[in-house]
C-alpha cells in the first residue's frame, strides 16, 4: 500500500513533527526494556508509552492535530530488532487524514540501507527519514555515510537528526553505552553544507550545544529546528529568542510524543510570551511547506 497524505491542513490545529511509534501489530518494541524502561523513568510521561500507529492516529485525530511518527532502526548498534518502516508507512496509508510517515534505515548497512531508503520513498510514500547518531552510534559527517545522503537529497526527503542530549540510556552505567558526542550538531554542518538539496532537521533543543543549531540554522537555508523533546518552559533563552524572532520560518512543533504529551507542551508554549502572529507558522504552517502539504 502506498501512502498519499489526505490532511486537511486548514482544519488542523497542529503539525507535530516528532512523534513515536513504539509497539508494532505484533506486540515488538521498538527499544530492549532497559532502554524503554530508562527513558520513561527520565521523561516521566504519564502517558502510553508503547503506542501503536494505530493508537497515534486515535489521539492526535481527537484532539485535531496531525503527526509526523517513524520508529529508530539501530539494530547494528544495539543489537535490537528495529520495528518495520514498511509497516509503518502501510498503516499511515490507512490513517492518511492524520498520520504522515517517516522511514528509517541503519547507516551501518551501507548500500542495503540506500535500496530500503529508495523502496521506502519509492513503493511505501513515507515522506522523510528520522536518524539517532548517539543510539545508531554513527558520526554524521563520516564520509563513509555521504552517499546516504546523497541518496537522500536524489529522492527529495528531509532527513530528521536527533541532537543534544539523550533520555535514551540516561540514568544507566555508562549510559549503556551511548554517546553523547554523535548528537553535536556541528557535525551536521558539512552534511548541510556538502548536500545543500537536502533539508536537515535538528530535533530538540540541542542543549549542550544550543548556539550551534542557531547559527547553522541561521546560516543555511535547507536547515530546521524541531522543538521536541522538551517541555518549552525550560527551553533556553536564546532558543526562544530565536523562535521568537530570526528563525520564526524554520523553526517546527514536535513534541516527542509518547515522552511529552502535544497539549502539554503547546500550553507550555503558549506561556512563553511569544508575539501571537508567530505561533500559527511555528505550529503548524512552517512544517506544512517543509513537507509540500499545501
Known sequence: MHYE?????????????????EKDGHGCLSLSDDLMDAS??????????????ADLAERYRAKQMAAVVFTVDAGTATGHPPLSSVEIAEQCAEHADVLIPFGSVDPH??????AQARTLVEDHGVRGF?????????????????????????????ALFHTGQNGIGAGLPGGRGIKLRYSQPLLLDDVAADFPGLTVILA?????????????????????????????KYFPAELVRAAGGMLKRKVLFGSDYPLIAPERWISDFEGLGLK?????GILKENAIGLLGLR
Open 276 to 280: 501571537p502572529e508567530v505561533l500559527p
Open 40 to 53: 520513561a523513568a527520565y521523561f516521566r510521561s504519564s502517558d502510553n508509552r508503547t503506542p501503536t500507529v
Open 204 to 232: 530538540h533543543p540541542s542543549v549542550p550545544w544550543q548556539a550551534e543549531a542557531i547559527s547553522m540554522a541561521t546560516h543555511k537555508a535547507n536547515v530546521f529546528i524541531d522543538l521536541s523533546g522538551w517541555s518549552p
Open 130 to 158: 528520522k536518524f539517532h547518531p548517539s543510539l545508531q552510534a554513527f558520526s554524521p559527517d563520516d564520509q563513509a555515510f555521504y552517499p546516504l545522503w546523497e541518496a537522500l537529497e536524489g529522492l527529495g526527503v528531509p
Open 5 to 21: 497524505p489526505r490532511i486537511d491542513v486548514d482544519a488542523i490545529t497542529a503539525l507535530d513533527m516528532h512523534v513515536h511509534v
Open 109 to 114: 548497512r551501507g548500500a542495503d540501507a540506500i
